[in-house]
């Protein structure tokens, strides 16, 4: 079945390590994007990408770093210089020939630093 | 920036419609979604309606657009204990270059 798929589901992270959320697809979408979920705060775009080699900075962008050198990998790297890492991370794609827009999601992964 | 707005939390008895409200700020809007999010999961499309409709219904879902008052509404017709869930309101527009924005969601809860 064609999907998102985010690894791991759960970690676990020392403060000053980077760690890095894969996420893969196989639906042939052009655009990724990952996003941060926090309580009560919706979600907020970290990152997005709508071609191979190329990405735009979301509404907070600092300290996190994204690649995208596959169309199927969007992979994003939590780093030491983010000050407040612990959240649900969801990373999502749409295929910009879509009429709608509408976003795919993966099932997410929950970053907790200890 | 663009802006969406929800209540954070809904209660309602079993058997009941629900309505969930949302607010925007975009005028030039084009989609405008409702995402149901189940616990521990990613977000899932529940539907969606073109900014130059004011109403679309399936099934037990009723979508009410108020263009004017920029005013978004989801009922949910015979809530069922399975559509415990948070729902998420979101726009689009070519002013936001496509960037979905998303509201803060809401929390529907369930009464036996």
């Known amino acids: 079945d064609g999907g998102i798929t985010q690894s791991p589901k759960y970690l676990f992270r020392k403060e000053g390590q980077n760690v890095t959320l894969s996420c893969e697809q196989n639906l042939n979408h052009d655009a990724m994007y990952w996003y941060r979920q926090d309580p009560g705060q919706g979600l907020r775009l970290i990152y997005y990408?709508?071609?191979?080699?190329?990405?735009q900075k979301g509404d907070i962008a600092e300290g996190y770093s994204v690649s995208r050198e596959k169309k199927e990998s969007f992979p994003l790297t939590v780093t030491s210089a983010q000050k407040n890492p612990t959240a649900f991370y969801l990373c999502?794609?749409?295929?910009?020939?879509?009429?709608?827009?509408?976003?795919?999601f993966g099932e997410g992964s929950r970053l907790t630093v200890l | 920036g663009e802006d969406v707005e929800q209540s954070l939390f809904l209660s309602v008895r079993e058997g009941d419609s629900s309505v969930i409200n949302c607010t925007y700020t975009d005028s030039s809007s084009t989609y405008l979604y409702w995402y149901k999010q189940e616990p521990g999961a990613g977000l899932q499309l529940l539907t969606y309606?073109?900014?130059?409709?004011d109403m679309k219904q399936d099934q037990r879902l009723t979508v009410l657009l108020n263009k004017k008052d920029k005013h978004l509404s989801l009922r949910i017709a015979d809530t069922q204990t399975g559509d415990s869930a948070i729902y998420f309101c979101?726009?689009?527009?070519?002013?936001?270059?496509?960037?979905?924005?998303f509201g803060s969601g809401t929390r529907l809860s369930i009464r036996p």
């Open positions: 990408s709508q071609i191979v080699n190329d990405f």
């Open positions: 309606i073109f900014s130059n409709m």
């Open positions: 979101a726009e689009t527009s070519y002013s936001s270059a496509s960037k979905i924005i």
């Open positions: 999502a794609s749409s295929t910009l020939a879509g009429e709608t827009g509408e976003l795919f």
